[in-house]
């Protein structure tokens, strides 16, 4: 039932939309939330960031309050050992200093995160030729991996609990590394499980690959029954997407499931995205609230189908402007004090919704929505409607059951926008309203009992 200022709402937000605007074959959405429908913790993936190697030092300094206030759980480095020169050899013997990445590691732990480390390029004292290079010795980056481990997870060195460290950054661009052949990237997943084994004395950490640009099937099939068939240690499978399209995250998670559901040892495999975004090059969204709305819209889809997605990136690298549609969060410090994009408020727009997670239904082709309460039992439901077109709007059905009181406080605070409250009384468990979503907009409604 409707209650007296259901019907308020409901006629205020009518005129703004009567009609679909975008793909005649979409499906419009007709929200459902069942307050009681409780299904637990609140996935968090999009919890999860990475920094490229813009520059050869510590790009989190001076940001590193401003990424703390995104509560990351993870931060990924790649540019170990090109980036932080890390390894050298001298008379066949391989020596390390860890001073430069340490500070970078230390920057991580100071946000509250713990580092993911992709463990790439190949150090040049070990190098066939370059940092994209084989190894001359397959044996010698097998040390360099258990280093690395000892080094960061080992309980006499910095003894981090909980590091993740994963097997090169896009083999299949950076190399390209093949699953067959003379630039096999399964020999060096192999050599590098076999360093990460010989490991000692370290605390718990996990160990995967393979960070390749998409989603393949050969790759995913190839490097599944290869680990299989020679008992090498994967706890995660992990790849990049940048894509407009959201229906490519999630058929992505449900592709890798399938490929890796024949595999019995490999039944705990958790699934990683440790880079994502819309788009792969430099693209002014990333600037602007387009880009806000679609890491809104991803970090929907990609919830309870991957354990965690890496928002790339923290930081601009230094361009010849201060907005040049780099993938950064923030701006970089050239032009001043670093600015927090859209992106960056789309995060903690998310970090707002309630720590439990409530049974929402009936999402269309272009609104989602993610609901939930909190410790005191308040509910906040995040909506959003993306479209790349940037043309489709609708009026969205929302309907509250099995409330627990039947006066509240409705609140809708649109992202980046303004913040409207009324009162509701009504003589049901039962209530609805009907919200006007603009092309790519974004709402969070809160119900305070």
């Known amino acids: 039932m409707v209650g007296i200022v259901g019907i308020i709402v409901l006629a205020i937000a009518m005129p703004y939309a009567v009609k679909y605007v975008g793909k005649a074959s979409g499906t419009p959405a007709n929200i459902l939330i069942d307050y009681q429908g409780v299904l637990g913790q609140m996935p968090t993936p999009w919890r999860n960031l990475a920094q490229g190697g813009e520059e050869p030092k510590e790009m989190l300094s001076g940001v590193v309050s401003e990424v703390k206030a995104l509560r990351p759980e993870y931060i990924r480095l790649d540019h170990l050992y090109d980036g932080y020169q ?241 993938w950064g969060l923030l701006t970089h410090e050239k032009f001043g004090t670093p600015e927090k994009k859209p992106r960056y408020y789309a995060l903690q727009f998310l970090n707002s919704l309630g720590r439990f997670r409530v049974s929402l239904a009936g999402e269309g082709s272009w609104v989602k929505g993610i609901a939930s309460t909190d410790e005191a039992g308040n509910m906040k439901v995040m909506v959003v409607n993306y479209d790349p077109k940037g043309q489709h709007s609708e009026a969205v059905p929302i309907t509250f059951d099995n409330l627990p009181k039947t006066t509240f406080k409705f609140v809708r605070k649109d992202f980046s926008g303004s913040t409207t409250t009324i009162n509701v009384a009504t003589d049901s468990a039962s209530w609805k309203t009907t919200e006007f979503m603009g092309a790519n907009s974004a709402a969070m409604f809160s119900l305070e009992f």
Not at 142 to 162: D, F, L, Q, W
Not at 212 to 238: C, G, H, P
Not at 300 to 317: H, L, P, S, Y
């Open 86 to 326: 890390v390894v050298s050899e001298s008379g066949g013997q391989l020596t390390y200093d860890w001073s430069r990445l340490d500070n970078a590691v230390n920057q991580i732990l100071a946000t509250g995160a713990k580092p993911f480390l992709s463990l790439s390029y190949m150090p040049t004292a070990i190098s066939k030729g370059d940092i994209i290079d084989q190894p001359k010795d397959w044996n010698q980056w097998a040390a360099v991996v258990r280093a690395t481990i000892e080094h960061y997870s080992g309980r006499g060195n910095k003894n981090i609990g909980g590091v993740i460290y994963e097997v090169w950054n896009e083999p299949d661009l950076f190399g390209s590394y093949k699953t067959y052949g003379d630039k096999n990237y399964l020999t060096m997943y192999q050599y590098a499980a076999q360093g990460a084994a010989r490991a000692t004395g370290v605390d718990q950490f996990e160990f995967g690959g393979p960070a390749i640009t998409a989603l393949y099937q050969n790759w995913a099939e190839n490097m599944i029954k290869f680990v299989d068939k020679n008992n090498l240690r994967m706890d995660f499978f992990s790849w990049h997407r940048y894509d407009y399209n959201l229906e490519r995250f999630e058929q992505d998670a449900d592709q890798i499931r399938e490929w890796s559901s024949n595999i019995p040892a490999l039944v705990n495999l958790k699934f990683y995205v440790t880079e994502w975004g819309h788009d792969p090059k430099n693209q002014d969204g990333y600037d602007t609230k387009f880009g806000a709305i679609h890491t809104l819209a991803a970090a929907r889809t990609m919830m309870a189908k991957v354990q965690r997605a890496f928002v790339f990136e923290i930081k601009d690298g230094p361009g010849n402007e201060k907005f040049w549609g780099r």
